[in-house]
């Protein structure tokens, strides 16, 4: 079994910055892909990047202004959000899988779930 716990949600202003992390702990060799999903209220959730096999992939609407990281080291993976929008506003998840796969634009095979952090970006 695995736990994902965030941290490093918070109140910021449009424009601003944030940086999300996630400890990951348990059974953790086999996670090869980890990421960040998020969700608006009243919405569904969503993939926002997701980092597997050393590559990472970013929605069109976070590209440029987010950044996944990963360190197997710490168990850790990270999420840098720079000139943060209102629409960024959500409870953001940290997720784990051993195979995750994108088709559709979705992400499949994401297996453990943490229990999220919550950003607000403000106006």
């Known amino acids: 079994q695995v736990q994902l716990v965030e941290s490093g949600g918070g109140l910021v202003q449009a424009g601003g910055s944030l940086r999300l992390s996630c400890t990951a702990s348990?059974?953790?060799?086999?996670?090869?892909?980890m990421g960040w999903f998020r969700q608006a209220p009243g919405k569904q959730r969503e993939w926002v990047a997701v980092?597997?096999?050393?590559?990472?992939n970013y929605r069109d609407s976070v590209k440029g202004r987010f950044t996944i990281s990963r360190d197997d080291a710490k168990n850790t993976v990270s999420l840098q959000m720079t000139s943060l929008k209102l629409e960024d506003t959500g409870v953001y998840f940290c997720?784990?899988?051993?195979?995750?796969?994108?088709?559709?634009?979705?992400?499949?095979?994401?297996?453990?779930w943490g229990n999220g952090t919550l950003v607000t970006v403000s106006s």
């Open positions: 348990g059974s953790t060799l086999n996670i090869n892909g």
């Open positions: 997720a784990g899988g051993r195979n995750p796969a994108y088709a559709l634009g979705r992400y499949y095979g994401m297996e453990y």
């Open positions: 980092i597997s096999g050393g590559s990472a």
